[in-house]
DNA sequence: TTGCAAACTTACTTAGTAGTAAGTATATTT
DNA sequence: AAATATACTTACTACTAAGTAAGTTTGCAA
């Protein structure tokens, strides 16, 4: 694979993750980058191609770290922490998460990268709900909702923290993720 | 106040709800409102007038109900449910709240309207904070955490919740929002 | 050495954006 | 009745966006 393509892709996951879809221009990555406008459209002929190879990169991401934990047998907490700790990091580096970045630009997304982002979130919300639901069944969590609810809260304040940590100076982010997993010992 | 001026504000809180900051335009409002786009200039010179002057509605109409709230003899709990029950509104609407729709357009936006955007969610924050606190004092709710990581879990789940909703179609919104009140009985 | 494909650049079009200056009709005040 | 303010419209500017067509360089293969 071309170098430049990567770069590309790496430097759009970032602005998309920092300013957002709709704020971000080839413009911006082709000065950075040192290369022409149309260089881009070479590689991505419209930006939605840009914006679905983005996400898929992230699908194959995701898919890989979890193969991975599985095959190295980590336990559920393990894996939940490690989870977490890709949020932590994306707080660390004021951006937000892939999914938190386009949902709310879902109305100017093309049908195929909204099917993608559809089919990332749905990856990412199934594995959460299997880990948690192994996980109690094992012993190794405690929680009283329904195994899907309790992913959806867990996910949605993950996403939605990195949001309002822009807003919210005073966040301990530590703090706060910590609470997720406390909420969840025996 | 004109009434063109209100319809204005409505729409465009509308939009940003719906599109997003950078995905609405002027055009989108005048061809609604069946004038010309010079006319929103009148009342808005800029967009950042306009943002600003949306979020500092939302604002007045929170403080407007939390001071209702209180005026009535609301306890904790009914408080508490009232507020979710503005979330459960939007999710049925299709819609995302002010502070999740113009927290990710941040780079975006003003200086002046990101710093009525803070002061927004920090009044929030503080409601439910202290909402939660008091409640928690006089026996009504029941939660391990400190007030305040409590309520950026509750306010989190709730913003991230409506825009996931979109990504996905399987998610029973009552029962998310139920789940969020039954964690908080004693 | 010629031919060809990959990886671009140059130079452009088209369409949409926020914003402005100047004019106009209507109502209100003096 | 005259002056003025309100609430716009008309007609524009300046700019930025995505996207494209045609040309150029470079390396490799026949």
Same mark, same amino acid.
């Given at each position: 694979m071309s170098i430049t393509r990567e770069k590309i892709i790496e430097l759009g996951e970032d602005l998309i993750r920092t300013k957002g879809y709709n704020a971000f221009s080839y413009q911006d990555?082709?000065?950075?980058?040192?290369?022409?406008?149309?260089?881009i459209h070479y590689y991505f002929p419209s930006k939605e191609n840009l914006g679905t190879s983005i996400v898929k990169t992230n699908?194959?991401?995701?898919? $890989?770290?979890?193969? %991975?934990?599985?095959?190295? #047998?980590?336990?559920?907490?393990?894996q939940l922490e490690t989870f977490i700790k890709i949020y932590t990091k994306s707080h660390r580096e004021q951006k937000r998460c892939i999914v938190g970045s386009l949902g709310p630009d879902i109305p100017s997304l093309s049908d195929n990268t909204v099917s993608e982002l559809k089919r990332m979130s749905n990856i990412i919300l $199934?594995?959460?709900? %299997?880990?948690?639901?192994? #996980?109690?069944?094992?012993?190794?969590?405690?929680?009283?909702?329904?195994?899907?609810?309790?992913?959806?809260?867990?996910?949605s304040s993950l996403i939605a923290s990195l949001q309002l940590a822009r807003l919210i100076d005073k966040i301990e982010y530590k703090s706060f993720c910590n609470a997720i997993l406390e909420d969840l010992r025996i």
């Open positions: 990555i082709s000065s950075e980058l040192g290369i022409k406008n149309a260089a699908i194959q991401r995701f898919e $890989e770290m979890t193969d %991975n934990m599985r095959s190295r #047998g980590f336990d559920e907490w393990h $199934e594995w959460l709900t %299997n880990t948690l639901a192994t #996980g109690r069944e094992k012993g190794i969590f405690a929680f009283k909702e329904d195994p899907q609810i309790k992913a959806l809260l867990i996910l």
